[in-house]
Each structure stands twice: as structure tokens, then as C-alpha cells.
């Protein structure tokens, strides 16, 4: 990298927040008011489907989630060449007045306004009303799950630590303290398991059905620790569920699809992003995309990860940026296809697969978790024989599978954290330029995001984050 590019890097860098387009929801077909009353099962439909919607606000899942889990760790930076976009996050420079911060914080609660809405309406209980509640408790645990994993310190580390406000009714007088971890985690739970015995229909991947709460909690699990229940959920998911994996010569394929499934093919649940409700230029594809903002790029590290005949390799091509030979992401290749944008992967079928693989580890029953993660590592790359490791060396084994099979999905930083372990970059061959922190350790408060400065303001019940 050049003195000019570094110098450009660093005037980038030095300021305080990117420029914030805000997520306009498109799609009529979606739009509900907050206060519109649900009086039956039409009207609580046309709730749910706004519901959804929200889901694709461009700082929750319509980008930052995903590009977040990716960035703050290491498989993900941004270019010289950039629009200042998530300056703050590959420099771990981010404040409680940064847009990011706030927008995902407010995005987050206006799902689960959403979703409140439609657990709490007096409609009388039906196959059709369950479902919808089912669908909406399911939403309403995501939502918090992401907001106790980027504004709360681990429940390994600290379960009776400061978590974030449960609201479960609309009272727009309160104004909540925070609950603790170990308290978010227990409704997260309860809205998972109520939602499961409620939900009797599968439409297709970007519908709430048994299976997706069956795999949201396996993963909830997994993040607490409870190697059983997760084990006993992925089970249920795998033996269950019908999902497959794509074979290496279908791969490229599958990520070309901008559209829902229901062969239940890998996907589990995603975000859709149709002609009408997307959000242009801000949504994921454009952001990796070299016809969008092409901003993000992948490591040299993660992408010398895939050996030569890995089909997931294929997924990132070379390519040319600023006069710089650049690792391109294209499992979202979808970003100027006027009739479909891609979608956001909530969770998909390989994820459980892992989460499977680690709680036989977790367990010390080695033979079948390598047996579990040999069905994925040979279906990504033919020429891989499996895994014959055990132990510690195991563990190592699966979380390089899933650096590798999660990549740009959002879930590496994730990882780290949850594993209690300090973000390496490795800069090698100058990925990243001199002022771009390369290790966050588990001490730093950086590690999670402060409480908006917004939030603060109008609630005098709220605390922040250490070191902010």
C-alpha cells in the first residue's frame, strides 16, 4: 500500500460516523402502522409481513449484522479505495453517538415492537393464529439474541451481568432498566421453545417454520454452553427437518439463487431482499460487490484457509481494486439484478451441522463429532479424506471449518468472543494499514458496542457499557 493510500486511509479514518443513508421500506405490500390493531387473522398477517420487513433495515440484517460478524474480526477489510463506511469498526473506534451503534440498537427494537404486537393480539387461538404467533416469537428471540451478543459482554463471562431492556409490551411511557444476560437469555429461550409447539407450517426459507426456532436454538446453546439441549436441537434439525447440503459442483449455484427455496436445500432461514423490498446500493451485496461500494474484501488469510479444490474457494475471485490485486467476495453476486437482490442468511443447514460437530466434542465423544464435520469438509472439497483429530486439536479443527464455511456470513467475530479468545489479524502481506489495530483482546471494552448516547438521553434508567 502506498504513502497516498495510507494518508487517505487515515483521513478516513479520523472521522467520527459514515454517511448514513436511512433504510426506506418499499414495499406496500408490508407496510402496518405500530398502532394499527390486529382484529384477526388478515390483519395480524399484514403485521407479521411488516414484521419481516424490518428485518431488512440496512444497519440490522439488511448489512451490518452480517458484515459486522465479519469485520471485527478477520476475515474482512475494508479498501483504501472506500465510501467511509464502517471506518469505526475495522479501527475499533466506534462511540455511543456512531450511527451504526444507534441504528442497530433502534432497528432491533422496532422488530420486536413488531413482533410484540402480534404475540400480544387478542386473536383467537387457531392453526393459523399459532403459527403467526409462532413466527413472531421466533423473530422477537433473534432480535434479542443479536442485541445481548453486541451490547452485553458474553453469558459465559458474566451471565448476571448488565444484558439490554426485555420488552414485552408496548407502554411508550416506560422507560426500562437493563435486564441482566442470564434474564435475556431465559426469555430468548422461552420464546424459542413456545414458538416451536406452535408452528405447524413450512412455506419456504424465508418463513419461520419448527425447524428454523429448532436451529435458533441450537445455536443459543451452543452460545451458552449447554452442550446437550444444543445437541438434542441439532439432532432434532438434522434427523427432522429434511435439509441437505449443496454438493461442491452445485455450490456456486446455491449463492447464485437470489431467491427463497423450498427444496430445503441448505437454507434454513434468510432474509429476502425482493425487486421491490431491498435497500439499492446499501444492502449486502453492493457492500462486497465491485458494481456496488466493493468496500469489503476478503483477507489474504481466510482465503489461503481453502485449499485448491475446496468449491468454497470459488466464492471469492480475484480481482483488482485501487491498483491493488484484492480478494473479491462473490457469494452475493446479486447486486445490480434488477429482478432480485441476494438475501441475508439467518442460519443454514451446515451452521447446525457444526453446532452438531461441537457439542459431541464439548461432550469427549470425538467419533462422531469427526464424523459430523467429515459430511460437510468432503462435500465443500472431494479430495479431502476427513478429519482423524481428537481433543482440543478437534475443536481447533471445527472452528476452521466454520471460519471457512461461514465466511461473509457474519459469525467469525462471534466465535471469537464466545470462545473467550483475543482477534488476531494476520497482515502478512498488508491487508491492513499501520493505524488499523491488529489484536482486540477479551479485556478490551471494545469488545462489545456502548449503549447509544440516544438511548441514554431519553432514559434515565439506562447504564452504560464499561469503558465508554
Excluded at 25 to 36: A, G, K
Excluded at 140 to 150: H, I, N, P, Q, T
Amino acid at each position: 500500500m502506498n504513502l497516498k493510500k495510507i494518508a487517505i486511509w487515515l483521513m478516513v479514518s479520523m472521522l467520527t460516523g459514515a454517511c448514513n443513508k436511512k433504510f426506506l421500506d418499499l414495499q406496500p405490500y408490508d407496510q402496518v402502522p405500530l398502532d394499527e390493531a390486529i382484529v384477526d387473522e388478515n390483519s395480524m398477517q399484514t403485521a407479521v409481513n411488516g414484521m419481516y420487513s424490518s428485518l431488512r433495515a440496512v444497519d440490522f440484517f439488511g448489512r451490518s449484522i452480517p458484515i459486522d460478524g465479519d469485520l471485527l474480526a478477520d476475515n474482512v477489510y475494508i479498501s483504501s479505495v472506500n465510501s467511509n463506511r464502517y471506518i469505526p469498526e475495522i479501527t475499533y473506534s466506534y462511540i455511543e453517538t456512531y450511527d451504526n451503534v444507534q441504528n442497530t440498537w433502534a432497528e432491533a427494537y422496532n422488530t420486536i415492537q413488531r413482533a410484540n404486537n402480534v404475540i400480544n393480539a387478542t386473536v383467537p387461538s387457531s392453526e393459523v393464529s399459532d403459527q403467526l404467533r409462532g413466527e413472531a416469537l421466533t423473530i422477537r428471540a433473534l432480535a434479542y439474541f443479536e442485541l445481548v451478543k453486541f451490547y452485553a459482554r458474553p453469558y459465559l463471562t458474566d451471565p448476571a451481568g448488565a444484558g439490554v431492556p426485555l420488552v414485552l409490551t408496548y407502554d411508550p411511557q416506560i422507560r426500562p432498566a437493563r435486564n441482566t444476560v442470564a434474564e435475556v437469555y431465559q426469555q430468548i429461550e422461552t420464546d424459542l421453545t413456545n414458538a416451536y409447539g406452535l408452528l405447524t407450517e413450512d412455506k419456504n426459507s424465508s418463513y419461520v417454520s419448527r425447524y428454523v426456532a429448532q436451529a435458533l436454538l441450537a445455536r443459543f446453546y451452543q452460545y451458552k454452553g449447554d452442550w446437550n439441549k444444543a445437541q438434542a436441537a441439532a439432532l432434532d434439525v438434522v434427523n427432522n427437518g429434511g435439509y441437505s447440503l449443496a454438493d461442491s459442483g452445485s455450490l456456486v449455484n446455491y449463492w447464485t439463487n437470489p431467491y427463497p427455496v423450498s427444496n430445503k436445500l441448505e437454507t434454513i432461514f434468510e432474509v429476502e431482499f425482493d425487486a421491490i423490498g431491498n435497500n439499492g446500493t446499501d444492502d449486502l451485496d453492493a457492500f462486497y460487490s465491485q458494481d456496488g461500494y466493493g468496500d469489503a474484501l476478503c483477507t489474504d488469510d481466510l482465503y489461503n484457509s481453502y485449499s485448491s479444490t475446496d468449491a468454497r474457494r470459488a466464492l471469492i475471485l480475484p480481482g483488482n481494486r485501487g491498483g491493488e490485486n484484492v480478494w473479491v467476495v462473490n457469494k452475493y453476486p446479486n447486486a445490480t439484478n434488477p429482478n432480485g437482490k441476494d438475501n441475508t442468511k439467518i442460519i443454514r443447514y451446515a451452521e447446525v451441522l457444526l453446532i452438531l460437530a461441537e457439542s459431541y466434542n464439548r461432550k469427549l465423544d470425538d467419533v462422531p463429532a469427526r464424523a459430523v464435520l467429515t459430511i460437510i469438509a468432503p462435500t465443500r472439497d472431494p479430495q479431502f479424506g476427513g478429519y482423524v483429530s481428537s481433543g482440543a486439536t478437534l475443536l481447533d479443527d471445527i472452528y476452521l471449518e466454520r471460519r471457512k464455511e461461514l465466511a461473509f456470513e457474519g459469525h467469525r467475530y462471534w466465535d471469537l468472543v464466545r470462545l473467550n479468545r483475543d482477534v488476531v489479524r494476520n497482515n502478512s502481506t498488508g491487508n491492513y494499514p499501520p493505524f488499523v489495530p491488529l489484536t482486540l483482546s477479551v479485556s478490551s471494552a471494545k469488545r462489545i458496542f456502548p449503549i447509544p448516547k440516544a438511548e441514554l438521553n431519553v432514559n434515565k434508567n439506562m447504564v452504560q457499557n464499561p469503558g465508554y
